[in-house]
């Protein structure tokens, strides 16, 4: 498994291309998914673990009114992208919609994938969480779901 990290700070150019950072491409590979994410996100996944996300997807009940929402949430909004050779994608318009993206873009390694957000959204939200960090840890730490 390929893991992201770090954060940076691009701009869309006038066809809305995206160059991913150098340091995440290896880990990409010449293509990735991107979908619909939390938080008013992009997220773009190596295909590998793209194929991951679907398997665990497929598993939730269909019975489930909240299964099938979350599925269609995240699966019809996924297109398939290529690097050029420049590293850059082409965000398609409807998802550039979707996370409200404007010329300056964050983009962020998440562990098993890579975020893309507009950069006024991301500053809101990181400074939101890094304020509630210690919350956040100790409602963590007292589910028992982190052990730091």
């Known amino acids: 498994?390929?893991?992201?990290?770090?954060?940076?700070?691009?701009?869309l150019d006038?066809?809305?291309?995206?160059?991913?950072p150098s340091k995440m491409r290896q880990g990409l590979g010449a293509k990735g998914v991107i979908t619909r994410g939390l938080d008013k996100c992009?997220?773009?996944?190596?295909?590998?673990e793209w194929e991951v996300m679907v398997g665990q997807i497929?598993?939730?009940?269909?019975?489930?009114?909240d299964s099938r929402s979350f599925?269609?949430?995240?699966?019809?909004?996924?297109?398939?992208?290529?690097?050029?050779?420049?590293g850059r994608i082409l965000i398609p318009d409807f998802l550039k919609k979707y996370a409200n993206l404007t010329r300056k873009?964050?983009?962020?390694?998440?562990?098993?994938?890579?975020?893309?957000?507009d950069e006024t959204k991301w500053q809101e939200y990181r400074d939101k969480t890094e304020n509630a960090s210690e919350e956040i840890a100790e409602r963590l730490y007292g589910n028992k779901e982190l052990n730091i």
Not at 14 to 20: F, G, H, T, W
Not at 43 to 48: A, G, N, S
Not at 58 to 65: E, I
């Open 42 to 48: 992009l997220y773009l996944f190596t295909t590998k």
């Open 71 to 86: 599925a269609r949430f995240f699966l019809t909004g996924a297109m398939e992208v290529n690097l050029d050779n420049l």
């Open 1 to 11: 498994m390929t893991i992201f990290t770090g954060e940076y700070r691009y701009s």
């Open 105 to 117: 873009v964050v983009v962020a390694g998440v562990n098993n994938h890579i975020e893309i957000w």
């Open 14 to 20: 006038e066809k809305k291309r995206l160059a991913i």
């Open 58 to 65: 497929s598993k939730l009940p269909l019975a489930g009114a």
